[in-house]
């Protein structure tokens, strides 16, 4: 597909835990982490693609791996070019095409700079802007995320959480990127600033045609932001498709209970009876054997204990990796 | 009949130029067996409301300025600390957001559960750790026996939560202060921590005054519902009459913030600007310069809460029209 802008393949993302002082001495290896473990995941141009995943999942190191933020094994492919064996000065212009916006904006931004600093930095770094043009595409870009030219003069202490969240997505657009990818960008926010971001992010969308990479533990929002949806467990990716076929539709035992856990507000309700998935997400370094999931899966068959799920393939308009839609279903 | 009856309760802060109130005439009651929602953003006065009730404020900072909190016929607020310690993890426990930090790295489960028992009832050290046992198999641990003798790091963070509440429920209080029990939590997590608790309640007839920011935890746990901004009580009664038909408009504004009652991709009606600093509160009606609705009136005088249905109330003069109008 010719306008595909991100293709990622059999992509991973190995740490080494560290070693307990006993094992030093004994001169053994350090374990091996696979926080991201074969992943696939294409993003075409203009496309806003939600990735979803309960804490230890990989879903941040995947994110990382795009802007090679953490050493990383496999293929990303921006535009064509793998990114993950490009040389200093392809990255940097990488980095001018693809931007990260963090979930924490307050530990993200340097205390010791002004807003109007932090932005001006970047252009400078970039050599995008002449000098003198320097204030006016500050501002420029303190009013695009809805915030007054007067907190060019403020430090990130004293803002709100919202107001630094604003400062980070403008900061990641100072480059005028491509593409953003946004690790929980609202997921430190309270409910009315959460609804205030999200809408400058369809805003900044719909109006600059940015390709979006959003990671999030919270489905409502992921749905409501992208067009399609990935979800992670324990490193691989275990569903992919339309936002709408992932939340109505739910083909993988996870996704059906990440679904169900989802606290609603309907009414009436006959108080529905709370999901009854049991257990907790394992370690990512103590991974179970077969597919990863089911010590915890309502469906769980001999299979899922011993074999690795297949790899991921379509089920109707989603696609998912899961044992229990085992031939080719036709599409 | 009431179990807990909180009147016109203020918390203040000192600063260094004056006393700022967190939490200003809350009010609500509890009933055996209900739980109550304080729902409120980051701010708000839901977290220092909840402390306040069980006087687990720093007290060099914080004191209770009005109110009063009736509990079996006294009233908390004037309870000397000792009879104070009493009542508290025996008649009203209390669990946090952020188990591992409540829970004493140094004492293994069964001690941290046995504990309130010696204490409070002076059981033996044997009974209470056979007691132990029974409290871990209720929130659900498994192998209660052989979990007795480790320590909380080796419990991931839901089972840290369930032993805090095994911790909380020794003594069978019959009130249980739960402020943001899941908030640290996966999802999938959190839903197991809301039926035990959904489940204590049936099962004993616990009330459980339920701290939290999430309005679909809200609405799958609680019976009524506190709405918080600014310390003040903007709505509360039953939570479906809140949730479905809100007579305030920072209830309204928070329902249509969520992204789930949205069309997908839709803008938001998001509530603008952000909440005041506790220091720096506006005049008259807190939530009044971030508020369609507001006018001169707003903007003078503090708006008291008025009944506008059967246990529902709201505190804004404009509540009629709250729901008429679009987003």
Not at chain 2, 13 to 36: C, H, K, N, W, Y
Not at chain 2, 69 to 93: H, K, P, Y
């Amino acid at each position: 597909m010719n306008d595909l802008l991100v293709d990622v393949r059999d992509l991973s993302v190995r740490y080494t835990l560290s070693r307990s002082f006993a094992d030093l001495l004994r001169r053994k290896p350090g374990r091996e982490l696979a926080a991201v473990d074969g992943a696939h995941l294409a993003i075409r141009k203009g496309e806003a693609v939600g990735l979803v995943g309960e804490s230890g999942s990989g879903k941040s190191s995947l994110g990382r791996a795009l802007l090679r933020l953490t050493p990383a094994t496999g293929e990303v492919r921006f535009d064509g070019t793998d990114v993950l064996r490009q040389d200093r000065r392809s990255l940097l212009a990488y980095r001018k095409r693809a931007q990260m916006v963090f979930q924490d904006p307050l530990a993200s931004l340097n205390p010791r700079f002004k807003v109007g600093e932090a932005l001006a930095e970047v252009l400078r770094v970039h050599r995008l802007t002449r000098r003198e043009e320097i204030p006016g595409r500050v501002a420029a870009l303190l009013d695009t995320v809805g915030l007054d030219t007067e907190f060019a003069d403020r430090r990130p202490r004293g803002l709100s959480g919202g107001q630094c969240q604003r400062v980070g997505i403008a900061r990641a657009l100072a480059v005028e990127p491509e593409f953003i990818i946004a690790d929980e960008p609202v997921s430190a926010l309270d409910l009315s600033i959460q609804a205030q971001i999200l809408n400058l992010f369809l805003r900044l969308q719909r109006e600059m045609q940015l390709t979006m990479l959003f990671i999030s533990h919270d489905l409502g929002v992921v749905h409501h932001l992208c067009q399609r949806v990935a979800v992670m467990y324990l490193g691989r990716i275990v569903e992919e498709g339309p936002a709408d076929e992932i939340f109505y539709h739910p083909k993988h035992p996870y996704t059906q209970s990440l679904v169900e856990a989802m606290p609603r507000v309907e009414f009436p309700k006959g108080r529905r009876e709370l999901p009854r998935l049991e257990g907790e997400p394992p370690s990512p370094a103590d991974k179970p054997p077969g597919c990863a999931f089911h010590p915890r899966c309502p469906h769980v068959m001999d299979a899922c204990r011993q074999d690795p799920p297949p790899s991921i393939r379509r089920v109707g308009a989603a696609a998912t990796a899961c044992h229990l839609y085992p031939e080719t279903e036709k599409a | 009949m009431t179990l807990l009856d909180v009147a016109g309760l203020r918390t203040e802060f000192a600063t260094p130029t004056r006393a700022v109130a967190a939490v200003d005439g809350l009010s609500f009651q509890l009933r055996p067996g209900e739980i109550l929602g304080l729902v409120g953003e980051s701010g708000s006065g839901k977290t220092v409301a909840c402390r306040s009730l069980l006087r687990l404020l720093p007290s060099r900072r914080a004191r209770i300025a009005a109110g009063t909190v009736m509990f079996e016929n006294r009233d908390l607020m004037r309870l000397s600390e000792a009879e104070m310690r009493v009542v508290r993890g025996r008649d009203i426990a209390m669990i946090f957001q952020n188990p591992a930090s409540h829970l004493d790295p140094v004492f293994t489960v069964g001690d941290l559960i046995a504990e309130p028992l010696i204490w409070h009832f002076g059981e033996s050290r044997r009974a209470a750790r056979k007691r132990a046992v029974e409290l871990l198999r209720q929130v659900g641990i498994p192998d209660p026996a052989g979990q007795i003798e480790r320590y909380p790091h080796q419990f991931s963070g839901g089972m840290k939560q369930r032993v805090m509440i095994a911790a909380a429920l020794a003594c069978e209080p019959k009130i249980l202060l739960a402020d943001e029990p899941t908030t640290a939590l996966d999802v999938t997590v959190q839903a197991q921590i809301l039926r035990l608790l959904l489940d204590l309640r049936d099962r004993t007839g616990l009330a459980i005054v339920l701290v939290t920011h999430d309005i679909g935890v809200v609405a799958e746990t609680c019976d009524s519902v506190v709405v918080l901004y600014s310390g003040r009580v903007m709505e509360c009664g039953g939570t479906q009459d809140v949730l479905t038909r809100p007579r305030h408009p920072y209830t309204r504004g928070l329902l249509d913030s969520l992204p789930t009652t949205a069309a997908r991709g839709a803008e938001l009606p998001s509530i603008s600007g952000y909440p005041p600093p506790l220091d720096r509160l506006p005049q008259g009606c807190r939530f009044h310069p971030r508020c369609r609705f507001a006018i001169d009136r707003c903007r003078r005088e503090p708006i008291e809460l008025e009944t506008v249905d059967d246990g529902h109330a709201s505190a804004c003069v404009r509540w009629r029209e709250v729901m008429e109008v679009g987003p």
